[in-house]
């Protein structure tokens, strides 16, 4: 996945168009006033939620943060790889869907991209080179999708990675939903672009410094996100085992029985495993996906109400025919396909 994600940065940068814009540097998107000299996580809490939003694709959900007030927003770049279409929703409930990508980083896993807005609020941007093993920081992000989580921690150290990327090792709780979210300093800065890494088995919480994504505020290379997708779509079809999809078409009357509340329920969950499980099958690692699959289809009907019949059969039906396979490969798009088709057929339901 590094290595397509490497070729895709490139090839933003190759192929990047539009008209030209003006565009200006870091203090620009953090033209606000300077926030006094420590504030406590209440008070960053209560200036920040207005400028992180809540970003969602087909596979995946994940936060971000605007940079500047006409629609820029920061995040990671595995939130907005998940499909044809990304959806942002803002402070303000406000639900708008990513025009373009701005610039992408896939060394650092940042992506800056744009919705078609205007007089949005934005957040500081500090130094993340002043940070320091033991010093504070708040994480604000929307966990497992309880949108604006705001935990507090330390610095627990600053680590080189693949490459020598630095990172700042965290002890806030970052967990999936929270990728992307600002990291801030105890003056309400933000200092890094949170981010969850499976490392020897434990989940580990880490923070990208915001250095990275300065110069990319201030060198974008705009691509329609129409272009990106598909750019994405054909290089994971380049780089990953041939699969056969067999995505369910449900009628609507699968969710017959079914309340909103459950409804939410499954798109939750779902939507949590398929971002915990995808990177995994990227990373090769497709027993591992199957597992984190199977596990979330079990708790979610284990959950689900007894009037909420059709969603849990085409679970526990998808369930029994991944086990009669031998290779994790289908066995993960077994489990996939099926999440896909629950997910549809309550889109197609919202949408009536």
């Known amino acids: 996945m590094v290595r397509v994600l490497l070729a895709l940065s490139l090839a933003v940068a190759a192929t990047g168009c539009g008209a030209s814009r003006s565009v200006a540097g870091p203090e620009h998107a953090a033209r606000a006033p300077s926030p006094p000299a420590t504030l406590t996580p209440a008070q960053i809490a209560a200036r920040s939620l207005p400028s992180v939003v809540t970003i969602r694709t087909a596979q995946s959900l994940g936060t971000g943060f605007i940079v500047r ?88 150290a600053r680590r080189k990675v693949d490459g020598g990327v630095e990172v700042l090792q965290v002890s ?41 994504l300065v110069p990319m505020i201030q060198q974008p290379s705009p691509m329609p996100f129409s272009e990106f997708a598909a750019l994405v779509a054909s290089m994971r079809e380049a780089n990953l085992p041939k699969v056969r999809r067999s995505v369910p078409h449900h009628p609507v009357s699968l969710l ?58 085409a679970l526990s039906d998808a369930q029994r025919r991944a086990a009669q396979m031998s290779d994790p490969v289908p066995q993960a798009w077994a489990m996939r396909d099926a999440f896909d088709g629950l997910l549809d057929v309550i889109a197609r339901k919202q949408e009536q």
């Not at 990304?86 to 060394?107: H, I, K, M, N, Q």
């Not at 929270?178 to 105890?186: A, R, Y």
């Not at 398929?274 to 591992?288: F, Q, S, V």
């Not at 996906?289 to 708790?299: E, I, L, R, T």
Request: aromatic share 4%.
């Open 69 to 156: 007030p006409d629609g820029w927003i920061a995040t990671n770049l595995h939130v907005v790889v998940g499909g044809p279409r990304v959806r942002v929703t803002l402070g303000d409930a406000r639900e708008l869907d990513v025009v373009e990508v701005l610039a992408a980083s896939p060394d650092h896993d940042l992506a800056l991209v744009r919705v078609e807005a205007h007089g949005l609020p934005v957040l500081l941007l500090g130094d993340s080179n002043a940070m320091k093993p033991g010093d504070p920081v708040v994480a604000i992000g929307n966990p497992m999708g309880l949108e604006s989580t705001v935990s507090n921690g330390l610095v627990s």
């Open 172 to 212: 806030a709780p970052i967990s999936p939903g929270s990728s992307g979210g600002p990291l801030f300093n105890d003056r309400g800065e933000v200092i890094g672009i949170a981010t969850a890494l499976l490392e020897g088995g434990q989940n580990l919480a880490f923070g990208v410094p915001i250095r990275y």
């Open 256 to 313: 017959d029985g079914c309340p909103q509340e459950s409804q939410r329920l499954v798109v939750k969950m779902l939507g949590e495993a398929i971002e915990t499980g995808a990177p995994l099958y990227n990373a090769r690692k497709p027993d591992a996906c199957y597992h984190v699959y199977d596990g979330a289809a079990s708790d979610l009907v284990r959950r689900l109400p007894a009037g909420c019949k059709g969603p849990a059969k």
